[in-house]
C-alpha cells in the first residue's frame, strides 16, 4: 500500500514538472552554435517540448508551418543578416484546416491551432508565388497567419503579400487571422507588426470567444484595386478588443461609386462586434475612414469608443460611419472626406426604413476640415448629443440628410442637398468572415 502510494506520488510530481524541464532551445539553421539544429522550421516545432524556445536563422524558409503547443518562435542575427522569412513550398501552399465559422477551407501559411502561450516575434511571412488561383472563388482562402482556438502573440513581424491571381473580386486573402468556435477560444495580442499588400484585410479577429488587441502596427492595402474590398483591421461577427495606435490606409475598390451597397473598403471596421474602442489611430486613403456596423441577423455593434483619431482622404463616403448606436465619437481629427467627415446613419441597408441606428450617439471636441458636412444626420435618426465641435471649410457643420455631396454644394444651398440625399441608395463596408 505504502509502495503504491509513493509510486503515485512520484509519477503525479513528475508530470507535473516535465513540461518545464523538458523545455529547451532548438534551432532552425546553423547560425548559433551549441543548441540543437533543425533544416525547417516545421521540424523544429515537432522536436520541440512545450514552452521552448525556437530561434530561426536568417533564410528563407519554404514551408507552412503547423503550430499545436506553447512556443517561443523568433527569428534571430546572424551577422548583419536579420531575416528569417518563411515562404510558400515551391509547389505552392495547400489546405491545412477549414474555418470555424464557414467550413471553407483555408490554406494558412502559420497555423497556430488549439493551443496557448505561443508568440511569434521577428519574423517575415511572404505570401508571394503561393500558387492559388481564384478562377471560381472556389479554391482555399489564404492567410499569412491563423490563430485558430490559440492564444499568444505576435510582435515585430512582417507579413505581407497574400494575394491570389487573378483578383477576380474574390473577398479572399489575410494576412493575420484570429478566429474561434466550437466552443473555443482565442486571445491573441498582435503589436508592432507591419502589414501589407492583403487582397482582403490585414488583421482581423472573428468570432464570439476571440479577443484581439491590436496595437501599433503598420497596415497597409494595395491601393485601387479590382479585387476585394479591403479593411486593414477587422473586429467582427462577435469578437471583443481593442484598435490602438495604428497606421493604416490605401484601402480603395476601385469600380466603387457613391451609389453602391455593401461594397467599400474601410481603413478600420468593427461589424456586429459590441463596446469595441477604436483610439489614436491614423487613418488615411480609404473609402470609409473608421465603420461600425450593426448586423441584426449577427449581433451590434453598439456602444462604439471611437477617440483621438487622425483621418485624412477618405474617398467617395465618411470619414467616420455609424451604423449602430450609443456611441461617444471624441477628439477627433478629420481632414478631407468626399462625403461627411461623421455620419450618424439611420438608413443602413440592413434595416431598410426602420430607423434602428443612429440614436443615443455623442459627438464633442472633433476637429473637422473639408467635407461635405461636418456632422451629416440620418432624416430617421434618433436623439442624439452634438457637443462643441470645431468645423473648417465644410459644405454645413451640421446636416439633417441621409447623404451629402461634396462637388454640389458649391452650388447648390443646403435645402436641395438635402432633398437630394433623402433618395441616395445607402452603401456599407464589406466585412471579411472566412
Known sequence: MYKALLVLLTVAFFSSISESALAATVEVGSCRA????????????????????VFICPGRYH????????LDIRGIVEGTNDAAIIVPPVTGVVQNTTSLSSGAAIAAQVLVQGTVGVSLTNITVDGS?????????????????????ASGSITRTAVVNQTMTPTNGCQNGLAIFVQSGNGGTANVTVANNHVQNYQKNGITGNEAGTTVTVSGN???????TNGAAENSI????????????????????APDTSSDSADAASGILVYASHGISVSKNTVGNTQFGIGFVTD???G???????????????????????????????????????????????????????????????????????????????????????????????????????????????????????????????????????
Open 129 to 149: 508565388n503561393n500558387g492559388l488561383t481564384e478562377n471560381s472563388c472556389a479554391g482555399p482562402d489564404f492567410i499569412g497567419v491563423y490563430f485558430q482556438n
Open 300 to 434: 451590434t455593434a453598439d456602444d462604439g469608443v471611437i477617440t483621438s483619431n487622425k483621418i485624412a482622404a477618405t474617398h467617395i463616403f465618411d470619414a467616420i460611419e455609424l451604423c449602430n448606436n450609443h456611441n461617444m465619437v471624441q477628439g477627433n481629427t478629420i481632414n478631407g472626406s468626399d462625403e461627411a467627415a461623421i455620419h450618424v446613419d439611420s438608413g443602413c441597408a440592413n434595416f431598410g426604413a426602420s430607423g434602428n441606428t443612429g440614436s443615443a450617439d455623442t459627438i464633442s471636441s472633433n476637429l473637422m476640415n473639408g467635407a461635405c458636412a461636418g456632422i451629416l444626420i440620418g432624416t430617421l435618426a434618433g436623439s442624439n448629443t452634438i457637443g462643441t465641435n470645431t468645423f473648417f471649410n465644410t459644405g454645413n457643420t451640421v446636416l439633417i440628410a441621409d447623404q451629402c455631396l461634396m462637388p454640389t454644394l458649391a452650388a447648390v444651398p443646403p435645402a436641395t442637398a438635402r432633398a437630394t440625399g433623402i433618395t441616395k441608395t445607402h452603401r456599407l463596408p464589406r466585412p471579411a468572415r472566412p
Open 63 to 70: 514551408e507552412q508551418v503547423v503550430i499545436n503547443k506553447a
Open 34 to 53: 551549441g543548441l540543437p539544429q533543425y533544416s525547417t522550421i516545421q521540424s523544429a516545432v515537432n522536436a520541440a517540448p512545450s514552452g521552448s524556445n
Open 296 to 298: 441584426p441577423s449577427v
Open 234 to 253: 477587422q473586429i467582427g461577427f462577435g469578437a471583443a478588443g481593442s484598435i490602438t495606435g495604428n497606421t493604416v490606409g490605401d484601402d480603395i475598390w
Open 218 to 224: 503598420t497596415v497597409f492595402g494595395q491601393g485601387p
